[in-house]
């Protein structure tokens, strides 16, 4: 019985944690090895194969995974125990053939609708119900898999036994995917002395701040005939909602204590993300192919990626590719779509980025701030944090509508998902038996704070780990060991001054816990005036060991958050502001103020209702699942451009599944001076009805001041239309006006204007 292609789910760790996977292990022993996976026609053979290798970048696991039970024949996998690489030599199980021999069951060109020239190996269309005749969603699935909603089949017949395995029928898929690869997968950890097996992973995506990755390849240098395959680095992505996903109300929040066990054999049934590096076979696509499958068939190539082409062309800041050891400028197709395994039934998206310039591995943009990585690779994380903002463009994933599957339309990535394993290699159709193909190095690092069930996921929108300034918590590390130093850094603004103070460090020592585990316990608050620090927004985590004389370092992104703040019209914090909390069982209910003391709504870090906002305008609650709106007053303030006497925030929902509902700002007219000089040029072809499809105009704010400032800014909106979409800034629609327009606080690279600068790239859309 064949095993397909073998996924992993992982489990996670505990408490409010940043944790580092940063550095090397202990160097091992250098042991030169290989594997020879064998094929049979139908499922035989000798087909996966694997080993852990310790090499300078970790503890990560090779394997062979010649999975398509349509082929036969073999290759040779070299791999050394103590280096993060392999290479594939002597390649002789094809999937696809073209001009060369077809070594699979006999073939007469025109005999198969499905191959009618005999390309591909195996015969038939693989939907078809050996017991039935017919085509059915169940056909190719063996024997029960009690978590997946469309399972058993519905005759309930095992569809692949004996002759009639349709593993075997016209998939066109490639026949081996020869990887590496770190986390559990199908049950198979590396590593495997972590608790739990596989650390660092899981992640749950929305905690993770940055992963640092490397991957290096070598390709043929001539292409054969009929060449077929892909360089592909894979993130695998799971909703940890089992067994009973369609029970299961709140995705992601599980914590699952037997990563190993949980999905073996089974399937993730989250998302996955290739990237495509390299490949052989695929044409890249053109502008009328986006989200138009017929379009992109009249020219594909031998090859291409699951479901349909949704963007083309579009670049992915913050990455490049190394082309001849030069770093150089790619885009991508994005392609995606939702696919069933032919093992056992379970659906999962897959979210295709194909290098259109084909190189040996990425890199990050030295011109995109924080994306080159510190181990010289790239941040693949940006990947995951593109793939999640799809839905955001109105982009989904679907099932084929020409399989039999039943219809179904999703979110591409949800952020609340589980990270559980990376897998790097090779899926191929065709390669010569004389080329060799390569992984010269790999290495996974992710920078994440542990969400799940023990943090509740807390993350900014971009993924970036946060804490509350009052949070007491846990930093986490794992590295060499044993170590002459470990320590810890966050490096933040101090609000406790006037300015407030850049760069301001705390710091302390992490304490080796075995096995090259760190820990530091009672790290924060943060928000400690008494001390002479208050720390809010961006700040960085850094974690530095050193071993045998050598430092290993890094730094990833943290954000520390009060819920909310005041602020007049020039951007000042206004102190001693009024804030009630108002709260709906519904969107659209009556709001009503929570009463004060409630503990069954508000938590006992502040049942204070109103609050009064303090001298850096922080106000925060932590409340139960509601909606809610939050109401701001003060005496001689108004809203701005009005004299209401008090200004609303827009409602919010709160909920268990849902992000934390922060950076809540909300702007006052005080009688300050107004704000800096603003413009704002609406572009051609000018304003429209939002039934026309509404404008968009870039947004000037000048400094005309003899200091560098942090800009804030209120402007009118032309027409009074809905703002529906920002870039590099956020702000508040008030009616016509749009206020507490301040640089975007996921990524405020323009936050500060020196005298006499101006903000650029900087604007907004209307829509609905």
């Known amino acids: 019985m064949a095993t397909l292609r073998r996924r992993a789910l992982l489990a996670g760790t505990g408490l409010l944690a940043l944790v580092a996977a940063v550095l090397p292990p202990a160097a091992a022993q250098a042991a030169p090895a290989s594997f020879t996976p064998t094929a049979t026609y139908n499922g035989g053979g000798n087909r996966y194969t694997g080993a852990t290798v310790t090499s300078p970048e970790g503890v990560y696991r090779v394997a062979t995974n010649l999975w398509n039970p349509a082929v036969s024949g073999g290759f040779t996998m070299n791999y050394d125990t103590a280096q993060s690489g392999f290479s594939v030599t002597n390649y002789t199980a094809n999937s696809y053939f073209g001009s060369d021999a077809n070594t699979g069951p006999a073939c007469t060109n025109g005999a198969d609708s499905f191959d009618p020239n005999c390309d591909w190996a195996g015969a038939g269309d693989p939907w078809i119900n050996p017991n039935s005749g017919v085509r059915d969603q169940y056909a190719t699935t063996g024997g029960t898999a009690p978590f997946v909603a469309q399972q058993p089949p519905a005759d309930g017949v095992n569809h692949t036994t004996g002759t009639a395995n349709e593993f075997s029928h016209q998939i066109h898929a490639p026949a081996a995917y020869p990887s590496i690869i770190a986390g559990c997968h199908w049950g198979e950890c590396a590593p495997t002395a972590t608790t739990p097996p596989g650390a660092p992973f899981p992640k749950q995506a929305a905690g993770v701040a940055r992963m640092d990755s490397v991957w290096n390849i070598s390709t043929p240098a001539t292409a054969g005939t009929n060449e077929a395959w892909d360089a592909s680095y894979d993130i695998?992505?799971?909703?940890?909602?089992?067994?009973?996903?369609?029970?299961?109300?709140?995705?992601?929040?599980?914590?699952?204590?037997?990563?190993?066990?949980?999905?073996?054999?089974?399937?993730?049934?989250?998302?996955?993300?290739?990237?495509?590096?390299?490949?052989?076979?695929?044409?890249?696509?053109?502008?009328?192919?986006?989200?138009?499958?017929?379009?992109?068939?009249?020219?594909?190539?031998?090859?291409?990626?699951?479901?349909?082409?949704?963007?083309?062309?579009?670049?992915?800041?913050?990455?490049?590719?190394?082309?001849?050891?030069?770093?150089?400028?790619?885009?991508?197709?994005?392609?995606?779509?939702?696919?069933?395994?032919?093992?056992?039934?379970?659906?999962?998206?897959?979210?295709s980025?194909?290098?259109?310039?084909?190189?040996?591995?990425?890199?990050?943009?030295?011109a995109v701030p924080q994306s080159v990585a510190a181990n010289g690779g790239f941040d693949s994380h940006i990947f995951t944090k593109y793939a999640a903002s799809l839905d955001d463009m109105g982009i989904y994933c679907a099932t084929d509508p020409g399989s039999p599957i039943t219809p179904e339309q999703?979110?591409?990535?949800?952020?609340?998902?589980?990270?559980?394993?990376?897998?790097?290699?090779?899926?191929?159709?065709?390669?010569?038996?004389?080329?060799?193909?390569?992984?010269?190095?790999?290495?996974?690092?992710?920078?994440?704070?542990?969400?799940?069930?023990?943090?509740?996921?807390?993350?900014?929108?971009?993924?970036?780990?946060?804490?509350?300034?009052?949070?007491?918590?846990?930093?986490?590390?794992t590295g060499c060991t044993p170590s002459t130093s470990a320590t810890w850094k966050i490096v933040g603004r101090n609000y406790a001054t006037t300015p407030p103070t850049e760069g301001f460090t705390l710091s302390g020592n992490l304490t080796d816990t075995g096995s090259g585990t760190y820990t530091a316990t009672g790290v924060g608050p943060l928000r400690n005036p008494n001390a002479g620090y208050v720390l809010h927004d961006e700040a960085q985590v850094i974690i530095a060991i050193t071993c045998g004389g050598q430092t290993f370092t890094s730094t990833g992104n943290l954000f520390i958050d009060p819920s909310g703040r005041v602020f007049n019209t020039a951007g000042a914090a206004v102190s001693g502001a009024t804030v009630t909390l108002y709260r709906s069982a519904t969107q659209n209910g009556t709001y009503t103020v929570v009463p004060n003391g409630s503990t069954t709504i508000m938590s006992p870090r502040n049942r204070v209702n109103p609050s009064i906002t303090n001298g850096y305008g922080f106000y925060r609650w932590d409340v139960s699942p509601g909606w809610y709106k939050v109401r701001v007053a003060k005496a001689g303030c108004t809203q701005p451009g009005t004299t209401q006497p008090y200004v609303d925030s827009a409602v919010k929902q709160v909920a268990v599944n849902l992000p934390p509902v922060t950076n809540l700002d909300l702007v006052l007219s005080c009688g300050e001076t107004p704000s800096l000089p603003t413009t704002v040029v609406v572009r051609a072809p000018g304003v429209r009805p939002i039934s026309q499809g509404g404008y968009c105009a870039d947004v000037y704010v000048t400094n005309n001041t003899g200091t560098a400032k942090e800009w804030f800014t209120t402007f009118a909106i032309p027409a009074g239309q809905h703002v529906s979409q920002t870039w590099n800034m956020v702000l508040t629609q008030q009616g016509a006006t749009a206020t507490n327009v301040h640089a975007d606080p996921v990524n405020p690279w323009n936050k500060i204007l020196q005298p006499g600068q101006t903000t650029s790239n900087v604007g907004f859309c209307t829509g609905p």
């Open 236 to 351: 695998w992505f799971d909703s940890n909602c089992r067994p009973q996903p369609t029970g299961c109300a709140n995705q992601g929040s599980t914590l699952p204590t037997n990563p190993a066990a949980l999905n073996n054999p089974g399937q993730n049934d989250g998302a996955e993300i290739m990237i495509w590096v390299n490949n052989q076979g695929y044409n890249n696509a053109n502008a009328a192919d986006a989200q138009n499958p017929a379009s992109y068939a009249a020219h594909a190539g031998k090859i291409q990626p699951a479901g349909q082409p949704l963007l083309v062309n579009v670049s992915i800041p913050g990455i490049r590719t190394i082309v001849n050891g030069v770093s150089t400028a790619t885009t991508f197709d994005v392609w995606g779509g939702r696919v069933r395994s032919f093992d056992n039934g379970v659906r999962w998206n897959v979210i």
């Open 353 to 366: 980025f194909v290098a259109r310039t084909k190189g040996t591995g990425l890199v990050g943009d030295p």
């Open 410 to 477: 999703t979110t591409c990535l949800e952020m609340r998902w589980w990270l559980t394993s990376v897998q790097a290699g090779f899926e191929i159709w065709n390669l010569p038996q004389a080329s060799t193909i390569a992984t010269t190095k790999f290495s996974v690092n992710p920078v994440a704070v542990s969400g799940g069930i023990n943090t509740g996921g807390r993350a900014t929108a971009d993924g970036t780990p946060l804490v509350h300034w009052d949070d007491v918590f846990v930093i986490n590390a």
